[in-house]
T-cell receptor
């Protein structure tokens, strides 16, 4: 999928633990998006980041979820004190300088989180 | 707010038959429109996109879609279905912002 790397691909956590999902955007891309796909549903926007900045977090749950995209290193989506309802596929996507407008957004392979 | 509606959560066609997957958007301004395909346990692959210009857009794997402003539609078609087309298809749109709004998806089944 065009070089967007996500890890881990599969993650199992017990209720109350923390989950950290990592995303390395495609080379040269400075815009990162996180989406969540619940079973039987489409993808829902969570957060849009540029390097060191959160641009739009309107889709992020108010508690337990946070995201960052540091100057160096991958973007991290962090879920604290996971609950069963957090079980989902989390997709990272990236795009170039102009963001989504007119530019293709490339998706990673996803990270499947299972909370037991 | 922008929304995308995909009519039919499941579509079944015979191999060699026409594929038609429907997508309608709601927007006060013409959006940018995309179709993605997702195979089981994989990420999304872009099939095609409409930004500006020609309203009939050709994509990969023989798919195409036509942007019809008057109908606020962006239906995906393929003249002849192949078994390998079986997957889930998502229509998505974005306006001025930098986030895609997705439809709920349509699972395409191809019968031999």
């Amino acid at each position: 999928n065009a070089g967007v790397m996500q890890n881990p691909r599969h993650l199992v956590r017990r209720r109350g633990q923390e989950a950290r999902l990592r995303c390395s955007p495609m080379k040269g891309h400075s815009h990162v998006y996180w989406y969540r796909q619940l079973p039987e549903e489409g993808l829902k926007f969570m957060v849009y980041l540029q390097k060191e900045n959160i641009i739009d977090e309107s889709g992020m749950p108010k508690e337990r979820f946070s995201a960052e995209f540091p100057k160096e290193g991958p973007s991290i989506l962090r879920i604290q004190q996971v609950v069963r309802g957090d079980s989902a596929a989390y997709f990272c996507a990236s795009t170039g300088l102009q963001g989504a407008i007119g530019n293709t957004i490339y998706f990673g392979e996803g990270s499947w989180l299972t909370v037991v | 707010a922008q929304s995308v509606t995909q009519l039919g959560s499941h579509v079944s066609v015979s191999e060699g038959a026409l594929v038609l997957l429907r997508c309608n958007y709601s927007s006060s301004v013409p959006p940018y429109l995309f179709w993605y395909v997702q195979y089981p346990n994989q990420g999304l692959q872009l099939l095609l996109k409409y930004t500006t210009g020609a309203t009939l857009v050709k994509g990969i794997n023989g798919f195409e879609a036509e942007f019809k402003k008057s109908e606020t539609s962006f239906h995906l078609t393929k003249p002849s279905a192949h078994m390998s087309d079986a997957a889930e298809y998502f229509c998505a749109a974005t306006e001025y912002g930098n986030k895609l709004v997705f439809g709920a998806g349509t699972i395409l089944r191809v019968k031999s």
